[in-house]
């Protein structure tokens, strides 16, 4: 220790640092930082002031009565419910109506009206071929049609059958063996005639009789088309010189003449999905003999109504890759799940390689927050609010992969009603507050 330092340096404790507030350094710009309470922009509007119920009675606790929400039919309605329905018809329809909670139907069944709303009145006047059958027979209903009982549709069943049968043609037996198999298809044995008698035998009783099944509505969905052995018809022959003559000017190539026999779909239908490439670059391949070139694509398609599609494609030439690829996406399009035919349902996550992405659902109004590559998909399958993130990788290729893995990943409320062992009612009610 030097000695020209002052005696008290050898009595002095250490030295005490002084205790001061701890400050966080604040940012030269007028943003918040993270650690604040973010306040809301716009204070939470009461159900009181939207109108959605009325405020004297939401005070008192008193709900409407029934009455001020659901008026009684009256005479000229009831008239004008008899000329459409059947007494037992309008049984039914005012005891549904009587089963339905009115407090229920006042908060929470509220009919919306922003962008993102749903058609809840069906249009009766087009026919959905997936749900509705053609409308076969356009003339008078029996107002006294009631469904056949046990004994009137066998004898029925009986009697087209026996028609079926005579229709396939029963020459006389030769043999033993010929006998006893014509018994059998007497008993109902001929699987042909079994199924055309299925699909002609009536199931109402007007009051001439039994209504033919093509006069008769049905709520049930198409079934598939059978072919019976006896109502095949040959084929036409169709020469090799017919398509080269027919060839249409929008396709002279014939480029899609091979996906549409492998699809049924219509020229028009092609020309009328949105398709787009979306990567295409120039790929080496070393071999012994050195490098080879070629060139990939990597397409989307879509019909902007929920479908979608990608397909890739290598070759030598730009155009015929791209087209290939075209091609390979339209063939490969699939079903995408919609919430609202807008957006997605929740939050979904895809991950190719190292490329990850997550898809998040957003309000009406919200638009397409993302990437190019995510934005062209999402328009092409008829998405119109969505965000995304791609954090890790953004390999172009990968990224459309992994999208599209995700936006296939969807869990619908029918999925989550049946892995909860409930009504797809409940599961609406508890995740969309019973407004879809």
Known sequence: MSVFRPARCLFSGSSIRCLRPRVRCRNFHTSPNLYEQRQPQFPSAKASKTDLIDQESSEMGIPDPEDKIFKEYTSEELEALEKRYTPGQIKAILAGEAAIDVEDLERRGVIRTDI???????????????VDRDQL??????????RMTDGEFSDAWQKEYGQALREAGMPPPMTEEEAEDQKERLLGSDRIAWMKADDRVPHYMGTNGPIPRAHTPSLLAPGLPRTFLNDEQPKAQVKKGDDEDNADPRDPEGVYNRLIKQTGLTLDQILGYKVKILVQHRVVNQTRLGKISSVYSLAVAGNGNGRLGIGEAKGQETEETASNAKIAAIRCMQPIPRYEERTIFGEVEGKVSAAEVKLMCRPPGFGLR???????????????????????SRNKMNTVKATYQALLKQRIPDEIARGRGKKLVDVRKVYYAGRV
């Open 116 to 130: 993102g709303r749903l058609p809840y009145f069906d249009d009766l006047s087009k026919l959905r071929p997936v």
């Open 137 to 146: 027979y356009e003339g008078p209903i029996d107002p006294n049609a009631r």
């Open 370 to 392: 993302c990437q190019h590559l995510i934005f062209e998909m999402a328009r092409a399958a008829g998405i119109h609010d969505l965000a995304a993130k791609v954090p890790r």
